[in-house]
């Protein structure tokens, strides 16, 4: 999703949009953002700390249901409005109007993605879960951060047990593994790196970003 179909990630736009929609003095602790993007870097926090972490300074222990999906909602028409892309948009359309079961598979919290998913026409979402108990968001990430092999794993449990040939789209190296299990794999808006490594394996790729810069 983020910088596929976006224009830019979307996690740090959620935490502040949360916490300018449902608890502006959280506002107030932004800076101490900095501690667990320090951790991350040297190494001592992995990217499900590093999310657990920055979801509880600024969202805090426990968030009502209704608080989450009000806050979800409007960023969902914000975020979405403001940084989806047009190129990525027609993509998805031209999938949709070919009849292809569309699967959005993001390391984005499933709290917030599904309605962007839902914005888009997805048929499946496949997100990083949270626990939630008796009806309070957590910061506590359920099972794997969607992200990698961990990805992979996660869109072959939620991918139909009969299904034709498969594409993939990404913008990031780490998604690697879902790429080179696709029948089809598309470097969208492509990292350096990825660039890179769909150049060498003669994949397709596509520039999104520049479409909308013109």
């Not at 953002?33 to 972490?53: E, I, M, N, S, V």
């Not at 919290?109 to 962007?116: N, Q």
């Not at 696709?182 to 596509?206: E, F, G, K, Q, Y």
């Amino acid at each position: 999703m983020d910088k596929t179909i976006t224009a830019r990630p979307s996690w740090l736009p959620w935490l502040w949009h949360f916490a300018r929609s449902e608890a502006p003095a959280r506002l107030l602790l932004t800076p101490l953002l900095l501690w667990p993007t320090l951790l991350f870097a040297l190494g001592f926090y992995d990217r499900k700390a590093l999310k657990q972490a920055t979801q509880r300074l600024m969202m805090g222990s426990r968030v009502a249901a209704e608080r989450v999906d009000r806050a979800a909602r409007s960023f969902a028409q914000e975020f979405g409005g403001r940084y989806e892309l047009e190129g990525a948009l027609d993509e998805i359309a031209r999938l949709r109007n070919g009849g292809e079961v569309l699967i959005m598979a993001t390391a984005s919290s499933a709290f917030y993605a599904r309605h962007l998913a839902e914005r888009w026409g997805f048929d499946l979402l496949v997100a990083t879960g949270n626990v939630w108990r008796d009806g309070w968001l957590t910061p506590q990430i359920a099972g794997e951060n969607c992200y990698g092999e961990g990805k992979l794993r996660m869109v072959l449990q939620a991918a139909p047990t009969s299904h034709g040939p498969v594409s993939f789209y990404s913008d990031h190296v780490s998604d690697l593994p879902c790429l080179l299990w696709a029948d089809t794999p598309v470097a969208a808006n492509p990292s350096a790196a990825l660039a890179a490594a769909a150049s060498a394996r003669h994949w397709h790729i596509v520039s999104w970003m520049q479409q909308n810069s013109q």
